[in-house]
């Protein structure tokens, strides 16, 4: 059922609640155990919020957009009271005393919280096989011997299997929303940088993390966009635009728009039959009035990805440093000097890539090379910026295939290098560098695996892009 149709029969007392989150969390708990979905099943909080939602629904004081829905979070945002981990095992045991601020907005609106989705260690790939020590990795809803993508790969496993309503909070460095929803065949909004609080969020890299909606469809995830989005004085970079009706946005035909295809991104590694499946969708558009044409974008295919990891890995650098034993995460029994000590607590708890980038981000920011590194990196960002400037003069949107292939199999990413799959973010990191919101649909199947369709939008350009997403997506049983 669609999550507008049903908050309209929970209003009107034909749904109970609480037996449609007792049903949710039962099928959690049985598919767990085979998918990996959930670091941590809420089922004895969520079981309350839903009788008290029940309770005011029969006085009629229960409201909100998201009246009884469940509402699934990625384990790096904050929940009152519920373990909190970033999928690290260095955050063991952190129960944060607040809620992050799209999750606080969400309980207001009468959402209920059903646990956190498992995701790469602090969001570090683009497959969610990266995850922490003693995690299990997600596995993908139409063949588990394939990955879900990451980083949020959970929450787009779990949005794909449910047959319960439900939407998914995750979260995006370089394209951690929309990687895992092209994999699983779901629709991941990422939106436009600081369109949602990060207050609550722990961060990988400060200046490129986002938190947005991963749905069945466009509309249900323009109504989570809608209720999270909006001013917070607690985050700086937080924008004080006024919040559009966004799930209106996406019922409208996207009549009389243009994209341009990126040429760049149909070439190298992308798989033909991917590219074939995307410009199928494309086409599909013209029926709803809309125009496009290819376009050229060399300087984000060419520098795109070296300029992500650097400026990602040295701001994640950075923000793990506080965990280091002392203060902040895991501890361990006081021996040795402090090296010894910081070394022993961060070897046992941080997984081998989080170490990996970490070490990266160190060198990147050092002293000698922070100027060769770094800073350049930052000035080849301002370019690819100016760059999707210029396009959007004469574009209301891009777009490209998400990801370069259908989900690999769990044996195909074993062989893997680390730069290998790195380059599997080819086309999701522009994006996410220039700060603008891209939204991926699924197109279509190849070897009965979803594949993705992802539109970039202009500076808070949500609109068009839930309208094309709407237009464009093939939605399976």
């Known amino acids: 059922m669609k999550v507008t149709n049903f908050v309209k029969d929970v209003r009107a007392g034909t749904i109970s609640v609480v037996e449609h989150t007792r049903k949710i969390l039962d099928e959690i708990k049985k598919q767990n155990k085979k998918y990996n979905y959930f670091n941590l099943i809420a089922e004895e ?3 309350e919020q839903a009788k008290e939602l029940d309770k005011g629904i029969k006085k009629g004081t229960a409201k909100g957009k998201l009246l009884g829905v469940p509402i699934s979070v990625k384990d790096c945002l904050c929940v009152k009271g519920m373990e909190s981990r970033a999928g690290s095992k260095i955050l063991s045991g952190y129960k944060p005393t607040f809620d992050a601020t799209p999750v606080l907005r969400a309980k207001e609106e009468g959402a209920i919280i059903i646990g956190k989705t498992s995701q790469d260690e602090f969001g ?5 096989v990266n995850v922490g020590v003693g995690f299990e990795k997600p596995k993908n809803p139409h063949d588990e011997n394939r990955v879900c993508g990451g980083s949020s790969g959970g929450a787009a496993g779990f949005t794909a299997l449910t047959k319960f309503s439900h939407i998914a909070f995750g979260q995006s460095t370089g394209g951690s929303i929309v990687a895992p929803s092209s994999f699983c065949g779901v629709t991941g909004l990422c939106p436009t940088y600081g369109r949602i609080s990060r207050y609550g969020l722990m961060d990988y890299a400060n200046s490129l993390d986002k938190i947005g909606p991963i749905a069945k469809s466009s509309e249900e995830a323009a109504l989570l966009l809608e209720v999270a989005s909006g001013f917070d004085h607690r985050d ?8 559009p009706d966004y799930v209106k946005s996406a019922k409208n035909p996207p009549k009389g728009l243009k994209i341009g295809v990126i040429k760049e991104f149909l070439k190298g590694e992308v798989d033909e039959k991917i590219a074939e499946i995307m410009w199928g969708g494309i086409k599909n558009l013209e029926s709803n009035g809309v125009k496009y044409e290819e376009i050229s974008l060399p300087l984000n295919a060419k520098y795109g990805i070296p300029a992500y990891y650097l ?9 793990l440093a506080k965990y280091c034993g002392m203060r902040y995460g895991a501890s361990a029994n006081l021996k040795g000097n402090f090296d010894e000590y910081f070394t022993k607590v961060r070897s046992e708890n941080f997984g081998e890539e989080a170490k990996r980038r970490i070490m990266i981000g160190t060198f990147a920011r050092m002293s ?4 060769a590194y770094y800073l350049k990196a930052m000035k080849v960002r301002t370019k690819l910026i100016n ?3 210029s396009a959007f003069k004469n574009f209301d949107a891009l777009a490209n295939p998400t990801m370069p292939v259908i989900a690999p199999r769990f044996s195909e990413t074993e062989k893997m290098s680390p730069a290998q799959e790195y380059a599997m973010d080819l086309m999701t990191c522009p994006a996410n ?26 500076f808070l350009g949500e609109k068009k892009l839930l309208s094309l997403g709407n237009s464009a997506e093939v939605r399976f049983k």
């Open 124 to 128: 570090f790939g683009s497959l969610s």
């Open 236 to 243: 700086s970079t937080c924008l004080p635009n006024t919040v």
């Open 368 to 371: 000698g090379f922070r100027d």
């Open 45 to 47: 909080s969520a079981l």
């Open 311 to 319: 400026i990602a890995t040295a701001e994640a650098s950075t923000n």
């Open 433 to 458: 560098l220039a700060g603008l919101p891209h939204i991926s649909v699924n197109a279509g199947f190849h070897k009965d695996m979803p594949v993705g369709i992802m539109f970039t939008g202009d």
């Open 387 to 389: 760059e999707y400037r």
